[in-house]
């Protein structure tokens, strides 16, 4: 069963502006992960943040995490074209077995 | 960073033939894969999680007669669609890890598969 929910579902911004996708998740967990994925591709691991840390940055990107509210938050600042993708969050969980649960996705498009 | 192959990337299969998708990890040994499927525009779906050496653990609603997955080697693991139909199409994607080292996963590039 999926435990991670994202929101939005589709994110439409013009380019130069900055993203915020967010997800939440119902169990504890020993970290989270962003991933990215083009259409009917791959997927590209963009960031992961550990259950003991709050915010990480890599470019222009900016992942929280607030293990109180089971949420996280993934930010793209100056958003180009390029970034147009499906964003997911994915958990693993703390119950052992480095087992990894995909949220829902958001799918983010960037008009140039 | 790791690489992780998949073969084929994309199959057309007639209903009722069997279907096998490899996965290997190509510069790391992974003791721990798995594999998951994608339905256009829907999230990733764990099917199972395999072990080398030993049986695959399958989640809820995933039937281990349909999709056989063989982890026989610490660089490649193998799942079978075994008597694909119409409803088996999908995307679908093998991961890679050696959780002794990292905590991250590494993703092959998926393969589609499409059953007439």
């Known amino acids: 069963s999926q435990q991670g929910e994202e929101d939005p579902q589709a994110l439409s911004i013009q380019e130069g502006e900055n993203a915020t996708m967010n997800c939440s998740y119902k169990?504890?967990?020993?970290?989270l992960q962003w991933y990215r994925q083009n259409s009917g591709r791959g997927l590209v691991h963009l960031i992961l943040i550990r259950s003991n840390e709050r915010e990480k940055h890599s470019g222009r990107l900016r992942v929280t995490l607030d293990t109180s509210k089971k949420s996280s938050s993934l930010l793209i600042t100056a958003s180009r074209a390029a970034d147009t993708a499906s964003y997911f969050c994915?958990?693993?969980?703390?119950?052992?077995?480095?087992?990894?649960?995909f949220g829902a996705g958001t799918r983010l498009f960037v008009k140039a | 960073g790791a690489v992780v192959s998949q073969h084929p990337s994309r199959v057309i299969c007639k209903s009722g033939t069997s279907v096998k998708i490899e996965c290997r990890s190509l510069?790391?040994?992974?003791?721990?894969m798995f594999w998951y499927r994608q339905f256009p525009k829907q999230s990733l779906m764990l099917m199972a999680t395999?072990?080398?050496?030993?049986?695959?653990?399958?989640e809820q609603g995933v039937e281990k007669d349909k999709f056989l997955i063989n982890h026989a080697s610490l660089t490649l693991s193998t799942l079978t669609v075994a008597s694909a139909h119409p409803e088996d199409s999908s995307f679908y994607i093998c991961?890679?890890?050696?959780?002794?080292?990292?905590?991250?996963?590494?993703f092959g590039p998926g393969t589609r598969l499409t059953v007439l």
């Open positions: 510069d790391f040994q992974a003791t721990t």
């Open positions: 991961s890679a890890a050696d959780p002794a080292y990292t905590d991250t996963q590494y």
């Open positions: 169990t504890s967990i020993n970290n």
């Open positions: 994915a958990t693993e969980a703390n119950t052992g077995g480095f087992k990894t649960i």
């Open positions: 395999s072990n080398e050496g030993s049986k695959a653990t399958y």
